[in-house]
Protein backbone atom coordinates (compact mmCIF):
# COMPACT_ATOMS: atom_id res chain seq x y z
CA UNK A 1 0.00 0.00 0.00
CA UNK A 2 1.28 3.25 -0.72
CA UNK A 3 2.14 6.23 1.62
CA UNK A 4 -0.02 8.95 2.41
CA UNK A 5 2.94 11.13 0.97
CA UNK A 6 2.93 9.13 -1.89
CA UNK A 7 -0.22 9.45 -2.68
CA UNK A 8 -0.01 12.67 -2.78
CA UNK A 9 2.91 13.42 -4.60
CA UNK A 10 1.75 11.17 -7.71
CA UNK A 11 -1.99 13.26 -7.48
CA UNK A 12 0.30 16.38 -7.63
CA UNK A 13 2.34 15.45 -10.33
CA UNK A 14 -0.70 15.49 -12.73
CA UNK A 15 -2.47 18.60 -11.33
CA UNK A 16 -1.32 21.73 -13.06
CA UNK A 17 -3.46 23.90 -11.39
CA UNK A 18 -2.64 23.30 -7.96
CA UNK A 19 1.32 24.12 -9.41
CA UNK A 20 -0.11 27.13 -10.93
CA UNK A 21 -1.42 28.38 -7.57
CA UNK A 22 1.82 27.52 -5.53
CA UNK A 23 0.31 24.75 -3.11
CA UNK A 24 2.25 23.21 -0.98
CA UNK A 25 1.21 20.01 1.14
CA UNK A 26 2.50 20.80 4.52
CA UNK A 27 1.03 17.71 5.96
CA UNK A 28 -0.73 15.16 4.89
CA UNK A 29 -2.30 11.59 6.76
CA UNK A 30 -5.50 9.72 6.40
CA UNK A 31 -8.36 11.92 6.75
CA UNK A 32 -6.42 15.56 7.56
CA UNK A 33 -4.47 17.58 5.35
CA UNK A 34 -2.46 21.02 6.05
CA UNK A 35 -2.27 22.77 2.70
CA UNK A 36 -1.00 26.75 2.11
CA UNK A 37 -0.55 28.65 -0.61
CA UNK A 38 0.50 32.91 -0.95
CA UNK A 39 -1.47 35.37 -2.53
CA UNK A 40 -0.28 36.84 -5.11
CA UNK A 41 -1.37 39.53 -7.93
CA UNK A 42 -2.69 37.45 -10.58
CA UNK A 43 -5.26 36.28 -7.49
CA UNK A 44 -6.85 38.81 -6.57
CA UNK A 45 -10.81 40.39 -7.95
CA UNK A 46 -11.45 43.89 -9.34
CA UNK A 47 -11.21 44.75 -5.49
CA UNK A 48 -7.92 43.75 -4.82
CA UNK A 49 -8.55 41.01 -2.30
CA UNK A 50 -8.76 37.29 -3.11
CA UNK A 51 -11.16 35.98 -5.46
CA UNK A 52 -13.15 33.73 -3.57
CA UNK A 53 -12.03 30.54 -6.03
CA UNK A 54 -8.49 30.72 -4.34
CA UNK A 55 -9.83 29.78 -0.45
CA UNK A 56 -12.31 27.19 -2.58
CA UNK A 57 -9.65 25.67 -4.50
CA UNK A 58 -7.10 25.54 -1.81
CA UNK A 59 -10.30 23.96 0.63
CA UNK A 60 -10.68 21.42 -2.38
CA UNK A 61 -7.25 20.09 -2.83
CA UNK A 62 -6.75 19.71 0.81
CA UNK A 63 -9.77 17.67 0.98
CA UNK A 64 -8.68 16.07 -2.25
CA UNK A 65 -5.61 14.46 -0.20
CA UNK A 66 -6.90 13.81 3.04
CA UNK A 67 -9.57 11.77 2.12
CA UNK A 68 -7.30 10.04 -0.81
CA UNK A 69 -4.44 9.33 1.83
CA UNK A 70 -6.23 6.63 3.05
CA UNK A 71 -5.23 4.91 0.08
CA UNK A 72 -8.58 4.62 -2.03
CA UNK A 73 -9.43 6.90 -4.96
CA UNK A 74 -11.68 9.30 -3.54
CA UNK A 75 -13.62 12.03 -5.53
CA UNK A 76 -15.60 15.25 -4.65
CA UNK A 77 -19.51 15.26 -5.27
CA UNK A 78 -20.69 17.78 -3.33
CA UNK A 79 -18.95 20.94 -1.55
CA UNK A 80 -19.73 24.22 0.18
CA UNK A 81 -17.83 27.62 1.35
CA UNK A 82 -18.89 30.02 3.86
CA UNK A 83 -16.40 33.08 3.07
CA UNK A 84 -16.04 34.92 6.53
CA UNK A 85 -12.81 37.51 6.27
CA UNK A 86 -11.47 38.87 2.89
CA UNK A 87 -8.27 37.53 2.19
CA UNK A 88 -5.34 40.32 1.12
CA UNK A 89 -2.73 40.12 -1.33
CA UNK A 90 0.76 38.65 -0.19
CA UNK A 91 -1.39 36.96 2.68
CA UNK A 92 -0.58 32.99 3.05
CA UNK A 93 -3.63 30.84 3.50
CA UNK A 94 -3.20 27.69 5.50
CA UNK A 95 -6.24 24.99 4.60
CA UNK A 96 -6.43 22.34 7.76
CA UNK A 97 -8.99 19.58 6.35
CA UNK A 98 -10.20 17.07 9.05
CA UNK A 99 -12.44 13.70 8.72
CA UNK A 100 -15.94 14.69 10.02
CA UNK A 101 -17.64 11.36 9.44
CA UNK A 102 -16.79 8.08 7.61
CA UNK A 103 -19.09 6.03 5.80
CA UNK A 104 -19.03 2.94 3.53
CA UNK A 105 -18.91 4.83 0.50
CA UNK A 106 -18.59 8.33 1.02
CA UNK A 107 -17.00 10.77 3.69
CA UNK A 108 -17.20 14.20 5.13
CA UNK A 109 -14.91 16.75 5.29
CA UNK A 110 -14.00 19.92 7.20
CA UNK A 111 -11.82 22.37 6.05
CA UNK A 112 -10.55 26.17 7.99
CA UNK A 113 -9.22 28.30 5.96
CA UNK A 114 -7.12 31.26 7.88
CA UNK A 115 -4.70 33.86 6.75
CA UNK A 116 -0.91 34.03 8.44
CA UNK A 117 -2.42 35.76 11.79
CA UNK A 118 -4.97 32.84 12.32
CA UNK A 119 -7.95 34.50 11.16
CA UNK A 120 -10.82 32.64 9.72
CA UNK A 121 -11.17 33.19 6.00
CA UNK A 122 -13.46 30.68 5.24
CA UNK A 123 -15.09 27.35 6.07
CA UNK A 124 -15.39 24.62 3.60
CA UNK A 125 -17.69 21.50 4.43
CA UNK A 126 -17.25 18.62 1.46
CA UNK A 127 -18.66 15.09 0.76
CA UNK A 128 -16.30 12.60 -1.15
CA UNK A 129 -17.27 9.13 -2.74
CA UNK A 130 -14.85 6.30 -1.92
CA UNK A 131 -14.39 4.11 -4.80
CA UNK A 132 -12.81 1.18 -4.50
CA UNK A 133 -9.51 1.48 -6.95
CA UNK A 134 -6.76 1.31 -4.88
CA UNK A 135 -4.02 3.88 -5.08
CA UNK A 136 -0.78 2.33 -7.33
CA UNK A 137 2.89 3.43 -7.82
CA UNK A 138 2.63 4.82 -12.13
CA UNK A 139 4.95 2.93 -13.89
Not at 4 to 22: C, Y
Not at 59 to 64: K, L
Not at 92 to 104: D, I, K, P, Q
Request: net charge negative; aromatic share 8%.
Amino acid sequence: MMSPEAIVNQMLSDDAFSALLGMHVEQVSPGSAVVSLRIEPSMVNGFQIAHGAIAYALADSAMAFASNAFGKKSFSVETSISHVKKGALADVLTARCSLLHAGNKSAIYGVEVKNQKEELIAHFKGTVYVSDEAWELNP
